[in-house]
């Protein structure tokens, strides 16, 4: 059974960090582009970040551009999203999501329907 499991969602105060694990069972990653998504009430699901499965190479969009990195362990078959000064503004559930393509494409890897599996999320709330 093919599975993306988020972890490492949770409360945080401003400024402070978290860091996310989006496992994958059933399948093997290489060979898969991995991106974040998020969202908060009420708005559209936005993407965050994208890895290519070549060549590690990242996109972030403007929002959390310089706090976010998004990487990956081909080895534990994780990716990982690593949120430092975090602001409220964050809030959302976020998502993982897998396509199966070497290069993270910066006309399409924001697009949702892009992407071939999905994660159930975890919410990550950015409070004092």
């Known amino acids: 059974q093919v599975q993306l499991v988020e972890s490492g969602g949770g409360l945080v105060q401003p400024g402070g960090s978290l860091r996310l694990s989006c496992a994958a069972s059933?399948?093997?990653?290489?060979?898969?582009?991995i991106s974040w998504f998020r969202q908060a009430p009420g708005k559209e699901r936005e993407g965050v970040s994208c890895i290519s499965s070549s060549t590690g190479y990242t996109y972030s969009a403007d929002s959390v551009k310089g706090r976010f990195t998004i990487s990956r362990d081909n080895d534990k078959n994780t990716v990982y999203l690593l949120m430092n000064s975090l602001k409220p503004e964050d809030t959302a559930v976020y998502y993982c999501a897998a396509k199966s393509a070497r290069m993270c494409g910066s006309n399409w890897y924001r697009n949702a329907l892009m992407y071939d599996y999905w994660g159930q999320g975890t919410q990550i709330t950015v409070s004092a």
């Open positions: 059933g399948f093997t990653l290489d060979g898969y582009t």
